[in-house]
């Protein structure tokens, strides 16, 4: 094990890694972080395009503790010139990967655009073939999380932009055929993220007030936990303001949290947006399990070793 980078990671390129997740690529021996980049560094972007018009950005590391950038996903899915890759979801299943892709076909200065989700398959983490767009709620849905089913199959949530950000679902036999559910809660939110751990589901949404906390026992119905976490500032070097959008690993019985901060957010910087605000940066914690309660110090030193 080794102490993890604090910040864990930050994008060469453009300095927006955001909504990271974590997968392991066998053939390589290596964990590959997928992340949405946001072009922090471009200048003369009207208002949110420095959000759009980049690919998923790659990154690579032996043991968790220090992360490489790689390259961007290659994507066989560009039906207009101009497009923007969001939330990547990636998991393995019977040796191909597949990716579930926030994809905005163009890039816009506002929030009022159509986004949907595209399925993708891989055999090498790096190319990747698309499989279908698929048909939810509505066209204005982002941030794919995908889990199996105890009872066999898998299901997806999502978060509706449509119905007040609220977190939808959807089930598939095989990761290729999906009929939407509707809604599984009425939070508003961002980023689910669903994982098994201490003999519980739970689901963790970015509420832009720190991140809340769901149980469950069936994957169906979720209890509320009432204290967030990553809430508070914490103190270590670019961690002073809220986490956002996070990916949970769970590995040997421990529970890490990969989320994303905007350092610049600061309450002395509100209303400023230059590059400072925009840029981004990767940090990773780990969960504990306290009374029943998920809690986690962002301020901890973690040892880890993947």
């Not at 003369?44 to 590391?61: C, F, K, M, P």
């Not at 959807?170 to 980023?191: H, I, V």
């Not at 400023?272 to 962002?298: F, P, V």
Request: proline residues 5%; aromatic residues 14%.
């Amino acid at each position: 094990p080794q102490l993890a980078d604090k910040p864990l990671f930050r994008d060469p390129i453009y300095d927006g890694a955001a909504d990271p997740v974590i997968v392991y690529n066998a053939e390589k021996k290596k964990w590959y972080m997928f992340y949405t980049n946001r072009r922090a560094k471009a200048d003369n972007l009207d208002g949110v395009s420095w959000v759009h018009g980049t690919r998923i950005g790659i990154a690579e590391s032996e043991n968790g503790a220090r992360w490489n950038y790689v390259d961007t996903a290659n994507i066989n899915y560009r039906p207009v010139n101009d497009y923007t890759h969001w939330a990547p979801e990636v998991l393995e299943h019977k040796g191909i990967f597949h990716m579930y892709l926030t994809y905005v076909p163009g890039v816009f200065t506002d929030w009022k655009h159509p986004r949907y989700i595209v399925h993708l398959t891989s055999k090498n983490l790096t190319d990747w073939k698309f499989e279908s767009k698929l048909q939810l709620a509505k066209d204005k849905v982002i941030d794919a999380c995908v889990y199996p089913l105890p009872q066999g199959g898998w299901r997806m949530w999502y978060n509706n932009e449509s119905d007040g950000k609220s977190v939808y679902y959807a089930d598939s036999p095989d990761l290729y055929q999906w009929t939407d559910k509707g809604k599984a809660l009425a939070t508003r939110g961002e980023g689910p993220k669903v994982f098994r751990w201490k003999d519980k589901f739970w689901m963790v949404v970015d509420m832009w007030k720190g991140l809340g906390i769901y149980s469950s026992d069936d994957l169906m119905h979720w209890t509320a936990q009432k204290e967030r976490i990553l809430e508070q500032p914490g103190t270590g070097e670019d961690d002073g303001v809220m986490g956002g959008h996070p990916d949970v690993l769970v590995k040997d019985g421990r529970a890490y949290i990969f989320y994303f901060t905007h350092p610049g957010k600061t309450p002395d910087n509100k209303g400023k947006d230059g590059y400072e605000q925009r840029r981004s940066s990767i940090q990773l914690a780990e969960l504990k399990y306290e009374n029943g309660k998920i809690t986690c110090d962002r301020n901890a030193s973690l040892l880890i070793g993947l």
